[in-house]
């Protein structure tokens, strides 16, 4: 395909012009860049935050910010990363552009309401952003009672409404996800043919459907002790603070598989297009996301072992933390199987997958510490919590999200990136990356706790790596920011298939038509079958 | 599902583009609808919780606080929201018979029966803030125990069930109004009526959640031995 032909070509980017046909789409590739463009801004506001964080914690006194600005900082960061950025991130920008595509579907089942759900992001944003221009929130992101419903006199309400209503933006991703992979799947993609991001995806949806109106409704009562001093969490009339942390955490610990599971879905593909080899155990892998979905659902009392919970409940919930590592345990050895005796390429978002690779590795298995009952009484509350899931979070997340938008910019936009850039930029995040949040593993296990603005001397050497990785990782994620909004106008035009992957998403015109196929494909293959890929491969490295 | 259906289809207007048959779209609002319910019993699945985990720490107090509860007029209540399931079945009926006039007669009455719902339901409320029994007011007081906290979590929990229950109550109203509104422009049809279809599983499911809150919230004491 030459370049005059992509540029004469009708797509979804240049079918129609101004901010309204923006605003008023329905067409989901649209839309997903709306919220690309949403949640990079969230990103951004959660990451200055935690450069103020870190940079208060330079020092062992609490010299920059007062103990009370710094209880908002942590609190904003956290509610402004998990919730507007983590919670949306790769279902809603890449799931959204190419969930559709790749079962071969002209849009999701319901594009009204995923138009609906980008401006609940909004709405809930916004409240969020006045609660903390207003004055910010104290309560750190779990909002535990009775500090939030009682005592705080910060902006619990504004922020709290903002999350529910962002709540039922990411219910109905889930809900047109799942009724679109039931429903809309093209003539010949059976369940078993779709690609594990879709899988991925679908499992995540299920999470979001049933975890989502749980935190709303924790939500509303905490918001009607504030507002109208109902009392069920309230302590003084025998009600049950603890009650609060067991539905918070039932959505909260299953939201950890609302970030992670689609992260791991991007990681499937990647994998498998850059050793250009079908995903080791399609099966298992497919399988492990549902399961990953029902038992995540079943350890979130693992949140509660030194809140007072029985410990039998202590005792079952330990093991079934253990459990649900298996799941994520077959991916990781899946993905290193199907490397084996792969044709490795090392572009960008092979970087970032194996950057994943590790890191989720590391944080997994710190899970598995946490999950132990002695071990968690001695690291609850300190740094060692924190990096453990700032290594899934940030090393698993973050990272497959990179992967992610490298690996699909040229579908998205018709450029390539720079690959030179990107690859710098992946190495400075890793080493950035590993610089912030190792040290915190040994901080947290010499009992450095979290949340506390003043440290005892002994921890400066620590801390101060700590920061210093923190200013390399913002070097790597400002790069991407600046390349790709350079290549949207000087980048390489890309080709349909500039990875030679053989997904639906590939075949293709890059950028896809607004309907995506100018006809719905008929599918006769599994999926990753590299055999009949006929596309144009661009050498890197 | 296949693409050439579509062009032997009757082309009509309620088909949106991302579908390639009538029979697909409505099977994809339909699930829609039923997943968007499960998303709303997990919602009131978190005030049932609360709710078990507090009557069985109080069965007492919660006894006493339910027997002050009108149980007959929250019995007719419930003979009126069942009343209204039953026209808005008729509606459904007349919607895949194509009977306009009929849809628009039975919507009209079910919106009727849910406003009188709502109508003793807010009598109801206004009796429990006269005798005091509102969490939030300063004068709380209920009769026949001592124990004033529980008992605040029983009301508690009272007003923000009904409460949710009742914002859902309007909710469909509000659904209905606009149903109405469009059988009335001759937008539905006997090959067409999924939207009223899939706002009467919404209503049944608000009268399910009644159905359940009925005996939970008024009936208590008629479980305990006297």
Redesign the interface.
């Known amino acids: 395909m030459n370049t005059a032909a992509v540029q004469e070509r009708t797509n979804y980017l240049n079918e129609s012009y101004g901010l309204k046909s923006w605003l008023l789409t329905k067409d989901h590739k649209r839309i997903a860049v709306l919220y690309f463009i949403t949640i990079s801004v969230f990103f951004a506001m959660g990451g200055v935050f935690a450069s103020l964080i870190r940079t208060e914690l330079l020092t062992p006194p609490g010299d920059l910010v007062s103990s009370e600005t710094y209880n908002k900082l942590f609190t904003m960061h956290g509610v402004i990363m998990v919730f507007f950025f983590l919670i949306p991130s790769v279902p809603a920008t890449m799931g959204n552009f190419f969930l559709p595509i790749m079962i071969g579907a002209r849009d999701l089942a319901f594009p009204r309401i995923n138009l609906l759900s980008w401006y609940l992001l909004i709405v809930g944003g916004a409240l969020a952003i006045f609660a903390m221009v207003a004055g910010g929130v104290d309560t750190g992101w779990t909002f535990y009672t009775p500090y939030s419903t009682t005592y705080s006199n910060s902006y619990v309400i504004a922020t709290a409404l903002g999350i529910f209503v962002a709540g039922f933006s990411s219910i109905l991703t889930g809900l047109n996800f799942i009724v679109t992979v039931h429903r809309m799947r093209a003539p010949g993609m059976t369940w078993f043919r779709m690609p594990l991001f879709v899988w991925a995806n679908y499992a995540t949806g299920v999470i979001q459907v049933l975890g989502t109106p749980v935190i709303a409704v924790t939500l509303v009562l905490v918001f009607c002790e504030r507002v109208f001093h109902i009392g069920i969490f309230d302590p003084a009339l025998g009600g049950d603070p603890v009650l609060f942390q067991h539905l918070f955490w039932f959505y909260s610990h299953p939201a950890v598989y609302i970030m992670v599971l689609p992260a791991m879905g991007v990681i499937s593909e990647l994998v498998s297009t850059f050793s250009r080899k079908p995903v080791f155990g399609y099966g298992f892998v497919a399988f492990s996301s549902m399961a990953i979905a029902v038992i995540g659902f079943l350890v979130w009392g693992h949140h509660l072992f030194v809140s007072g919970q029985s410990l039998y409940a202590g005792l079952v919930f330990s093991f079934l933390s253990y459990f649900v590592a298996i799941p994520s345990a077959i991916k990781v050895f899946n993905w290193t199987a199907t490397l084996y005796k792969g044709s490795i390429s090392y572009a960008t978002p092979m970087l970032y997958a194996f950057g994943f690779i590790g890191l989720f590795t590391i944080g997994g298995l710190t899970g598995l510490f946490v999950a132990s009952l002695g071990m968690d009484v001695h690291v609850t509350d300190t740094y060692f919590v924190i990096a453990h899931f700032h290594y899934v979070m940030v090393g698993g997340t973050i990272m497959a999200y990179l992967g992610g938008v490298h690996y699909w910019w040229p579908k998205m936009t018709g450029r390539m990136y720079p690959e030179g850039w990107a690859k710098l930029s992946a190495l400075i995040v890793f080493i950035g990356f590993n610089l912030t949040f190792f040290p915190q593993f040994i901080l947290g296990y010499l009992g450095m706790p979290r949340r506390y603005h003043a440290y005892p001397d002994e921890f400066q050497v620590l801390h101060v790596l700590s920061t210093a990785g923190a200013s390399v990782l913002a070097v790597g994620y400002l790069m991407p920011a600046i390349y790709l909004f350079w290549s949207l106008r000087y980048g390489e035009v890309a080709g349909a298939n500039p990875w030679g992957a053989p997904g639906l998403e590939w075949q293709t015109a890059s950028p896809p038509p607004t309907h995506n196929f100018d006809k719905i494909p008929v599918v006769t293959q599994e999926a990753y079958d590299f055999s009949k890929v006929a596309g144009e491969v661009i050498e890197v490295g | 599902?296949?693409?050439e259906v579509h062009n032997a289809h009757v082309e009509s207007l309620a088909l949106?583009?991302?579908?390639?048959t009538e029979e697909?779209q409505k099977?994809?609002s339909t699930?829609?609808m039923w997943?968007?319910l499960?998303?709303?019993i997990?919602?009131?699945?978190?005030?049932f919780?609360?709710y078990t985990?507090?009557r069985s720490?109080?069965p007492t107090v919660f006894a006493i606080a339910s027997s002050s509860l009108n149980v007959t007029v929250g019995a007719i209540n419930t003979c009126v929201l069942l009343l209204s399931s039953f026209t808005m079945v008729m509606a459904v009926r007349a919607g895949q018979l194509g009977q306009r006039k009929m849809i628009v007669f039975f919507l009209i009455l079910t919106l009727v029966f849910g406003c009188v719902f709502l109508g003793v339901k807010a009598y109801e409320w206004t009796e429990k803030y006269e005798e005091h029994h509102m969490?939030?007011q300063a004068a709380f007081h209920l009769e026949g125990t001592p124990?004033?906290?529980?008992a605040?979590?029983f009301?508690?929990?009272y007003?923000?069930m009904t409460g949710?229950h009742a914002a859902h109550m309007v909710v469909g109203v509000g659904l209905l109004s606009v149903i109405i509104f469009q059988t009335m422009k001759g937008k539905f049809s006997a090959d067409y009526y999924t939207p009223i279809d899939i706002s009467g599983l919404y209503w049944h499911f608000v009268d399910v959640v009644w159905i359940f809150l009925y005996p939970l919230l008024y009936l208590i004491d008629r479980h305990l031995p006297k």
């Open positions: 599902m296949a693409s949106r583009e991302q579908f390639d697909q099977d994809a699930l829609g997943i968007f499960i998303t709303e997990m919602f009131f699945g978190g005030m919780a609360a985990i507090y720490a109080y969490p939030g124990l004033q906290g529980p605040k979590i009301f508690s929990l007003f923000a949710l």
